[in-house]
C-alpha cells in the first residue's frame, strides 16, 4: 500500500482547494478512510473520517466548510471551501484496514489572509 495525497497549494482566505488521497500501487480495499492535519507548533488534529459505509465525522473547526467523500475506488477526497488562515497546515490522508493503518506523506495547505 502507498497512499498518495495531492491537491495542496496556496490559496487565499476564503478560497476553495480539493485535497485527493489513494493507493498508487494497487487497488485494496480499505475501511474508514480521512484526513489529520498538523500546523507547526500545534497537535495533529483528525479532520474527517469517512467510514466504508459513508458515514461521515468531521471536527467542529471544519464542519460546513470541508466535505470529505470517497469514491468506489477508495479514494478519498477532502473539498475545503470558505478556507481560513488557521486552516493552514499539512494534511495527512489515512486509511485503515482491518488492525493496519496506512499513511500518505502529506500535502501543505497554505491560506493566505
Known amino acids: 500500500v502507498q497512499l498518495q495525497a495531492s491537491g495542496g497549494g496556496l490559496v487565499q482566505a476564503g478560497g476553495s482547494l480539493r485535497l485527493a488521497c489513494a493507493d498508487s500501487r494497487s487497488p485494496f480495499s480499505f475501511g474508514t478512510m480521512g484526513w489529520y492535519r498538523q500546523a507547526p507548533g500545534k497537535q495533529c488534529e483528525l479532520v474527517a473520517s469517512?467510514?466504508?459505509?459513508?458515514?461521515t465525522n468531521y471536527a467542529d473547526s471544519v464542519k460546513g466548510r470541508f466535505t470529505i467523500s470517497r469514491d468506489n475506488a477508495d479514494t478519498v477526497y477532502l473539498q475545503m471551501n470558505s478556507l481560513k488562515a488557521e486552516d493552514t497546515s499539512v494534511y495527512y490522508c489515512?486509511?485503515?484496514?482491518?488492525?493496519?493503518?496506512?499513511w500518505g506523506q502529506g500535502t501543505l495547505v497554505t491560506v493566505s489572509s
Open positions: 489515512y486509511a485503515r484496514s482491518g488492525f493496519n493503518n496506512f
Open positions: 469517512i467510514s466504508g459505509s459513508r458515514t
